[in-house]
């Protein structure tokens, strides 16, 4: 009996746009039958996008997937690709019946978070997932309705079974029949968005998984990005052992090629993607989620305040990497109060990464502004920031650039920012990395490039002195961020404790921090929630990002003792 020969298709999708999704899987489909595979395997949701959130709700919505579907295993069939059994992503639906009511009428109609088997130019088999997560960024519950079907295919005479995505995160469900089917392999699709250390726990939960059903598990996972969600690929096959048989590189769209070969046999091996260090993956899934948010929302270019200071730069060469330097603008908006040594590390940056560059003073402004409406203190610091918001939207209206906020995820926690100023702008690329990951993340550009990584002679884009200078936002003589806030290491600290870890006042104190330090870091993250909601997007890398997974009521008084 010959080896089937299995594809896994990881690929960049669009939510909404079917058409283009189902060119996508046409054409990975040709590219996998030109590597000779039996099976190629699509990730979770690819002819719609993910997520599509309530867009399944509509009717007309899922009515233009089944179409879309119908007409890619047409196509397939008319490429002479029929023979080629095609599992993708979709939305499928049912009617749902009260289950107090038995042999009640249809119910309406929900949606279905679906796998669909495409062969011989029809839809052969479909399988809804049935575990739908409720946490997180997930919002499944709500939204679908689950299945209740195994799902089992025939592939040149071998039974694969098939799941989706959080149908291998719980126990029980489709997996724990698996082993009564008796399979010879796993597939799994997914569109599993990325969060820093969750790679391993994907490969170790999948190895679980296999010495379950006694069989490999292919592991086939989305790339690319969507809203402020990014996801890093990685796809893998893993054997009952929990050795890695093959894995697919991230961040990039990747066809993996895999034989399942006898079950009596020792199985196939192939190549092994390495893994990423920490912090180049963490820079790299900016880069996806900046390109994404880009690219799929219409823009081509990006402007942004290049200040000269470090998050500002880092913003800088993310940008760069993600669209090309070319199509970045940096605009430096110095005032009375703005160092010369400020100024010439932004102008040194955008010579660096190839940028737009532009100097526009903001001193006439705020002094009309002024002459109009007397102002001193914060208001007028604020002022600053503000008309720097204002010219920079000016630029976007004109010119057509997205604008990007460049404010990190420890400004954010304890409101040291200003609204309608520096928090101005389409999306925020560094919104979920703190200050101390912002150095440790420009360091390591800059030694990736002395390195090669992004080609060869490159300088590091980032200017030496943004890094080792002290952060100052520069709205008054002498100003350092230390003035308003704890040392940075410090603050961090007990960011992540209380904001991503959920610790309390009593624990912080326990851990040894300074009671007044504790006191006023907790007063600033919570008074700060009004403003975080007004900030925009950004890519979500850890386990607990503002916006996404951080819901606190905005005026909650309420305190742990």
Same mark, same amino acid.
């Given at each position: 009996?010959? $080896?089937?020969?299995?594809?896994?298709?990881?690929?960049?999708?669009?939510?909404? #746009?079917?058409?283009?999704?189902?060119?996508?899987?046409?054409?990975?489909?040709?590219?996998?039958?030109?590597?000779? /595979?039996?099976?190629?395997?699509?990730?979770?949701?690819?002819?719609?996008?993910?997520?599509?959130?309530?867009?399944?709700?509509?009717?007309?919505?899922?009515?233009?997937?089944?179409?879309?579907?119908?007409?890619?295993?047409?196509?397939?069939?008319?490429?002479?690709?029929?023979?080629?059994?095609?599992?993708?992503?979709?939305?499928?639906?049912?009617?749902?019946?009260?289950?107090?009511?038995?042999?009640? &009428?249809?119910?309406?109609?929900?949606?279905?978070?679906?796998?669909?088997?495409?062969?011989?130019?029809?839809?052969?088999?479909?399988?809804?997932?049935?575990?739908?997560?409720?946490?997180?960024?997930?919002?499944?519950?709500?939204?679908?309705?689950?299945?209740? #079907?195994?799902?089992?295919?025939?592939?040149?005479?071998?039974?694969?079974?098939?799941?989706?995505?959080?149908?291998?995160?719980?126990?029980?469900?489709?997996?724990?029949?698996?082993?009564?089917?008796?399979?010879?392999?796993?597939?799994?699709?997914?569109?599993?968005?990325?969060?820093?250390?969750?790679?391993?726990?994907?490969?170790?939960?999948?190895?679980?998984?296999?010495?379950?059903?006694?069989?490999?598990?292919?592991?086939?996972?989305?790339?690319?990005?969507?809203?402020?969600?990014?996801?890093?690929?990685?796809?893998?096959?893993?054997?009952?052992?929990?050795?890695?048989?093959?894995?697919?590189?991230?961040?990039?769209?990747?066809?993996?090629?895999?034989?399942?070969?006898?079950?009596?046999?020792?199985?196939?091996?192939?190549?092994? /993607?390495?893994?990423?260090? &920490?912090?180049?993956?963490?820079?790299?899934?900016?880069?996806? %989620?900046?390109?994404?948010?880009?690219?799929?929302?219409?823009?081509?270019?990006?402007?942004?305040?290049?200040?000269?200071?470090?998050?500002?730069?880092?913003?800088?060469?993310?940008?760069?990497?993600?669209?090309?330097?070319?199509?970045?603008?940096?605009?430096?908006?110095?005032?009375?109060?703005? $160092?010369?040594?400020?100024?010439?590390?932004?102008?040194?940056?955008?010579?660096?990464?190839?940028?737009?560059?532009?100097?526009?003073?903001?001193?006439?402004?705020?002094?009309?502004?002024?002459?109009?409406?007397?102002?001193?203190?914060?208001? /007028?610091?604020?002022?600053?920031?503000?008309?720097?918001?204002?010219?920079?939207?000016?630029?976007?209206?004109?010119?057509?650039?997205?604008?990007?906020?460049?404010?990190?995820?420890?400004?954010?926690?304890?409101?040291?920012?200003?609204?309608?100023?520096?928090?101005?702008?389409?999306?925020?690329?560094?919104?979920?990395?703190?200050?101390?990951?912002?150095?440790?993340?420009?360091?390591?550009?800059?030694?990736?490039?002395?390195?090669?990584?992004?080609?060869?002679?490159?300088?590091?884009?980032?200017?030496?002195?943004?890094?080792?200078?002290?952060?100052?936002?520069?709205?008054?003589? %002498?100003?350092?961020?230390?003035?308003?806030?704890? &040392?940075?290491?410090?603050?961090?600290?007990?960011?992540?404790?209380?904001?991503?870890?959920?610790?309390?006042?009593?624990?912080?104190?326990?851990?040894?921090?300074?009671?007044?330090?504790?006191?006023?870091?907790?007063?600033?993250?919570?008074?700060?929630?009004?403003?975080?909601?007004?900030?925009?997007? %950004?890519?979500?890398?850890?386990?607990? /990002?503002?916006?996404?997974?951080?819901?606190?009521?905005?005026?909650?008084?309420?305190?742990?003792?």
């Amino acid at each position: 009996m010959p $080896s089937p020969r299995i594809a896994l298709a990881q690929i960049d999708t669009r939510v909404g #746009d079917v058409d283009a999704n189902a060119r996508a899987v046409l054409d990975w489909a040709r590219t996998a039958a030109q590597a000779g /595979a039996d099976l190629v395997v699509f990730p979770e949701m690819t002819l719609t996008g993910y997520p599509i959130e309530d867009l399944a709700l509509r009717a007309s919505f899922r009515r233009g997937a089944e179409a879309a579907l119908q007409r890619t295993a047409a196509a397939l069939a008319d490429e002479g690709l029929g023979d080629l059994a095609v599992l993708v992503g979709t939305v499928g639906e049912k009617s749902v019946t009260p289950v107090h009511e038995p042999g009640a &009428p249809d119910g309406p109609r929900r949606p279905t978070n679906q796998a669909v088997l495409l062969q011989h130019g029809q839809v052969q088999v479909r399988y809804d997932k049935h575990h739908l997560p409720n946490y997180g960024v997930f919002d499944e519950y709500r939204i679908f309705a689950g299945g209740d #079907d195994v799902c089992v295919i025939d592939v040149l005479g071998r039974r694969v079974g098939v799941v989706i995505c959080e149908d291998i995160w719980q126990d029980g469900g489709p997996v724990s029949q698996m082993d009564e089917n008796e399979v010879s392999l796993l597939v799994v699709l997914n569109a599993s968005p990325y969060e820093e250390g969750k790679g391993h726990q994907r490969v170790e939960l999948a190895a679980r998984r296999a010495h379950e059903v006694e069989a490999p598990v292919a592991y086939v996972n989305l790339v690319g990005a969507q809203d402020d969600l990014v996801f890093d690929g990685g796809s893998f096959v893993i054997a009952t052992d929990g050795t890695v048989l093959t894995r697919a590189p991230q961040f990039v769209e990747h066809l993996l090629v895999w034989d399942l070969l006898g079950d009596d046999d020792a199985p196939a091996t192939g190549p092994v /993607a390495p893994p990423l260090s &920490p912090d180049e993956e963490v820079y790299r899934a900016l880069v996806t %989620g900046l390109r994404g948010y880009v690219t799929k929302n219409g823009f081509r270019s990006v402007v942004f305040g290049m200040s000269g200071g470090i998050d500002s730069a880092l913003v800088a060469a993310i940008a760069a990497d993600a669209i090309g330097g070319e199509n970045v603008v940096g605009v430096s908006m110095p005032s009375v109060y703005s $160092s010369e040594h400020s100024k010439d590390d932004a102008a040194d940056l955008a010579k660096r990464i190839g940028a737009d560059y532009r100097v526009q003073p903001i001193g006439p402004m705020v002094d009309a502004f002024e002459s109009e409406l007397p102002l001193d203190g914060l208001a /007028a610091e604020n002022l600053q920031a503000r008309i720097r918001g204002v010219i920079l939207m000016a630029i976007s209206n004109s010119e057509g650039h997205l604008v990007l906020a460049p404010g990190n995820k420890t400004e954010l926690a304890v409101g040291y920012s200003t609204i309608y100023g520096d928090a101005v702008g389409g999306f925020g690329p560094i919104k979920d990395i703190d200050k101390s990951r912002v150095w440790a993340l420009a360091r390591w550009r800059n030694n990736a490039a002395l390195d090669g990584v992004f080609g060869p002679d490159e300088l590091p884009p980032i200017p030496e002195s943004s890094i080792t200078k002290p952060p100052s936002a520069e709205l008054r003589p %002498g100003q350092v961020d230390q003035d308003s806030l704890p &040392p940075y290491e410090i603050l961090d600290e007990v960011l992540d404790a209380y904001v991503e870890n959920a610790e309390g006042r009593a624990e912080l104190l326990a851990r040894g921090f300074d009671p007044a330090v504790v006191d006023k870091v907790l007063t600033l993250v919570d008074r700060a929630e009004w403003k975080r909601r007004q900030y925009p997007p %950004g890519t979500k890398v850890t386990a607990l /990002a503002f916006g996404r997974d951080r819901r606190l009521p905005i005026t909650t008084q309420w305190r742990e003792p």
